[in-house]
């Protein structure tokens, strides 16, 4: 008889059987309750060390661009003597450092939260120059890579930690079991972020800001309301994000930050079942000439995102 989706074990129920491996049991039904969960010095020496070092290394070899590349997204004020590397795109292709954290105990935790079986979606180590130009508008990160199921997740770590002053994440609480939301403006083009009068109508009041030590790790679900202020401090506040989908999450548009670890499996097997979510999704231009970063984006730089 061929085999049915439902002969198997249904993913949360899975998911509740194993028992998790980096995080705690409060912390994942934390995260799977609120669509956030924030860990504190979770990165520990000398991995954390490497990975300050390594920031800095690239943002030295940011000085020898003068506009954004394949690599670097810089600001428009980057000049070779005051760096202004917004982005460093697809980490996990420019160092194998960064490929060993993300398929490491950074893969654990997202096995923790929506394993056994996951696959690794795209990285990036985002900046903020207190330049003005840093600031990151509320959005929801699932209509910049549709999937079949809204269970991706990102996981963030705060190289040098973060404090208020820093710009650092601010999530909506419980957001993510909510629609997904319009982020394209009145007329037809591509924001990467909800319009100010829909931004007006969420219960900001309930907004939680992720201040955190250096080492310390946040995590947001693909439907998870978030964004970021401007930074007032000169540090740079490095936040190097991961995401991951689970196995059974499949794409239906282009990876927009696609890097030859593009859908690897990190942790389990790969799911021959694809699983929906009901709720409808908004898709994002077509991305598949190329894609600048949420900054242009939202900043309107970037045209490709223009319908
Ligand atoms: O760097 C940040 O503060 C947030 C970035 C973010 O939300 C994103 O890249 O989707």
Not at 2 to 21: C, I
Not at 65 to 73: L, M
Not at 95 to 110: K, M, N, Y
Not at 126 to 143: E, M, P, Y
């Amino acid at each position: 008889m061929p085999e049915a989706q439902s002969d198997r074990l249904p993913v949360a129920a899975a998911r509740g059987l194993a028992a998790p491996k980096v995080l705690t049991r409060d912390q994942v039904a934390s995260y799977h309750a609120n669509g956030y969960v924030a860990v504190e010095r979770l990165i520990k020496q000398p991995l954390l060390k490497q990975l300050q070092d390594l920031a800095q290394e690239f943002i030295d070899r940011s000085r020898k661009v003068s506009a954004s590349d394949d690599v670097f997204d810089v600001a428009p004020s980057h000049t070779a003597q005051a760096p202004k590397l917004r982005r460093l795109k697809t980490p996990d292709e420019q160092h194998p450092l960064f490929w060993e954290t993300a398929t490491g105990i950074i893969a654990d935790v997202a096995a923790d939260l929506i394993g056994p079986d996951v696959t690794f979606h795209h990285s990036k180590l985002n900046f903020k120059w207190a330049d003005g130009t840093d600031q990151v508008r509320w959005h929801q990160d699932i209509s910049f890579y549709p999937h079949t199921n809204y269970d991706l997740l990102t996981i963030g770590v705060y190289l040098h930690g973060a404090a208020a002053d820093d710009g650092p994440l601010m999530v909506l609480p419980k957001s993510h079991l909510g629609p997904v939301c319009n982020q394209y403006d009145a007329k037809g083009a591509w924001t990467g972020s909800l319009s100010d009068a829909d931004v007006a109508k969420l219960p900001l009041d309930q907004a939680v800001t992720i201040t955190l030590p250096p080492g310390s790790v946040t995590v947001h679900n693909a439907v998870t309301l978030h964004a970021s202020g401007n930074s007032k401090s000169k540090t740079g506040r490095p936040l190097l994000l991961f995401a991951y989908a689970p196995a059974d999450a499949f794409p239906y548009t282009p990876n927009p930050s696609k890097s030859r670890h593009d859908r690897a499996l990190v942790r389990g097997n790969p799911a021959r079942w694809a699983r929906m979510d009901p709720r409808p999704c908004l898709v994002p231009p077509d991305w598949s000439k190329g894609y600048t970063s949420i900054y242009a984006a939202q900043a309107g730089e970037d045209k490709s995102g223009m319908m």
